[in-house]
DNA sequence: TAACTAGTTGACCGGTTGGTCTAAAGTTAC
DNA sequence: GTAACTTTAGACCAACCGGTCAACTAGTTA
């Protein structure tokens, strides 16, 4: 009954947690090997190049935040008190995250995005791919709100992007200030971008 | 009447172009230097290190945000008009940027806020204040919409943050999609959050 | 013309990067 | 026991990193 698991999950563990903090290029290949107590020549055992341990950890991550969404849509709430239970969901993984390291991390599917995404086309791709989910996740949820009336029926993809687009916004900006209550304190905001402009009275 | 601009302003040029499309840790002293034609010996005259003229790139790209922000806010629209044209200036901007390169770099600023956020403690605390000046100016343009009657009166400064945040988050958008027509199709957004909630009927 | 200074040049530094390779050590099956 | 295969180990590689430095050029002032 040995506990040791094994080289390759120490790595990609490892591998997590340093790209959670720093990004891609400023984690070294021997910085996750030394982390994860693994030597190099092991990790070319089982990675042939740096590039495919980071898809482990996108991989990782997304399906991290693809259940941090189930689990927000999954409560026996309104469709618009989901889409803010999101927020408050993001709100304790990011204190969480502080509270082991002292910073917020931010999301690492939109900071691997801004960091690779110039350079690199087919991570390009992946990330476009990836936002597009979740937008299509949000999607669903406007139009089970928009069923019971909640909200003005409306085209929902665009809508669906925008309070993607400022779930982002706001991880950015609680990153900048190391503060993840923000993400709290702003959720009303995707509320707002749900109900959309006050209709002009006709 | 020499046409030859001094090396100093040459690699500060050359240093904005490389940074705003790869970021920082991703463009190499040498990559500066040679992309300005000057030898790595006169950077370090002019420059104690990269990280000063990282300084000099922030300081630019701030310059010329904040010149965007107040080229929108100077038209002769309404307040909420004002903040729309924000969104429109981003736009032509990003497609500008993406005539030249044929990439959407997004703002250099954010990209960089999540780059050098978590590692670096003094660059996060500049870009803190950076993207407060910025919710500062909306902040402003909100305070005159509420006094002309166009929104609901209420605290100003959570509002600017959100709207702020909202235009980081689509422009990551308009990055990982290579699309800068995504911020004019998603200004709405921003309106809808300066409009907030559709008071409840009392 | 001599002295001084601002700017230029490229060789050079120690350290690190992503990645390779060969040899040994475990592990499994027959 | 031994053959076959997987995993570990770490020395090694060329290339590149940020940064230094002494020698040099050119323009300005005394």
Not at 143 to 172: C, H, N, T, W
Request: overall charge positive.
């Amino acid at each position: 009954m040995v506990i040791k698991t094994n080289a390759r999950e120490r790595l990609i563990k490892s591998a997590i947690e340093l790209m959670m903090a720093k990004g891609y290029h400023a984690v070294s290949v021997n910085e996750i090997c030394s982390h994860a107590h693994v030597v190099k020549g092991s990790f070319y055992h089982y990675f042939p190049a740096k590039w495919d341990i980071l898809r482990e950890v996108i991989k990782a991550r997304d399906k991290f935040y693809q259940e941090l969404f189930y689990r927000a849509l999954a409560a026996d709430i309104s469709p618009l008190a989901k889409i803010r239970r999101i927020f408050e969901l993001a709100c304790q993984d990011q204190q969480s995250v502080m509270e082991a390291t002292g910073k917020v991390t931010g999301c690492t599917i939109g900071n691997l995005t801004l960091e690779l995404s110039y350079a690199d086309e087919p991570a390009r791709q992946i990330f476009r791919q990836l936002l597009g989910n979740y937008a299509a996740i949000i999607s669903q949820t406007l139009k089970q709100s928009m069923d019971m009336g909640e909200i003005p029926r409306r085209p929902v993809a665009p809508i669906a992007q925008a309070i993607f687009a400022y779930l982002q916004g706001v991880i950015l900006l609680a990153k900048a200030e190391n503060k993840p209550q923000l993400l709290e304190q702003l959720a009303d905001g995707a509320i707002s971008i749900a109900h959309g402009l006050k209709e002009d009275p006709s």
